[in-house]
Nanobody, 115 residues
Framework: QVQLEESGGGLVQPGGSLTLSCRISGATLSANPAGWYRQAPGKQRELVAG???????EYADSVKGRFTASRDHAKNKVDLAMNSLKPEDTGVYYCRTWGLIGDHWGQGIQVTVSS
């Protein structure tokens, strides 16, 4: 059974930083792609960062230069380091992994950027 659990969200002031983590159980991270998504109130869920086989990582234009996604193979998790946060980064952040194992999402974690 594949399970994903996000952690590290919370309230931060504009310009601040947060790091989200997603621990994956029941699947080997290095064998499957993974992604970070977010959903702002009243908006559709969007891809923030995709981590693909071979090590490539792609970012949404809105977060390039501010967010960094990474894999920790030893701990079987993915992280999302978020810097220079803006109010428009507010939303529920989800991690996802997919492939032959099926399509699996975490429960989501709230990130609020506000003064």
């Amino acid at each position: 059974q594949v399970q994903l659990e996000e952690s590290g969200g919370g309230l931060v002031q504009p310009g601040g930083s947060l790091t989200l983590s997603c621990r994956i159980s029941g699947a080997t991270l290095s064998a499957n792609p993974a992604g970070w998504y977010r959903q702002a109130p009243g908006k559709q869920r969007e891809l923030v960062a995709g981590l693909y086989r071979g090590g490539s990582i792609e970012y949404a234009d809105s977060v390039k230069g501010r967010f960094t996604a990474s894999r920790d193979h030893a701990k079987n998790k993915v992280d999302l380091a978020m810097n220079s946060l803006k109010p428009e980064d507010t939303g529920v952040y989800y991690c996802r992994t997919w492939g032959l194992i099926g399509d699996h999402w975490g429960q989501g974690i709230q990130v609020t950027v506000s003064s």
